[in-house]
Nanobody
């Protein structure tokens, strides 16, 4: 079993910054990727940023956050961070941490409980 503990959400004014953290614990062996997704009311969950741990450690960002958000990870702590700068009201959403790993050829996806980010105008 894998547990993901998220922290760092909250209320911030437009133009401000927040930093999200997600610590993975439990049966974490060798994750392929760690990332962040978000969902605002009435919409689907969309990718925000993903950091692959295999394949050379690439990062991928949604176009809407490029240049403003930075994903980073601490592999030794199985922790992934999302630094969010220049926040906009449209960034308001529930943010979810995701960890992907393969165990015995089976791909597993794990999700955090979500943390609310609210950006006021």
């Amino acid at each position: 079993q894998v547990q993901l503990e998220e922290s760092g959400g909250g209320l911030v004014q437009a133009g401000g910054s927040l930093r999200l953290s997600c610590a993975a614990s439990g049966s974490i062996f060798s994750p392929n990727a760690m990332g962040w997704y978000r969902r605002d009311p009435g919409s689907q969950r969309d990718m925000v940023a993903v950091a692959t741990i295999t394949s050379g450690g690439m990062t991928n960002y949604a176009d809407s956050v490029k240049g403003r958000f930075t994903i980073s990870r601490d592999n030794a702590k199985n922790t992934v961070y999302l630094q969010m700068n220049s926040l906009k009201p449209e960034d308001t959403a529930v943010y979810y941490c995701n960890v992907e790993q393969v165990v015995d050829t089976t791909l597993y996806d794990y999700w955090g409980q979500g943390t609310q980010v609210t950006v006021s105008s």
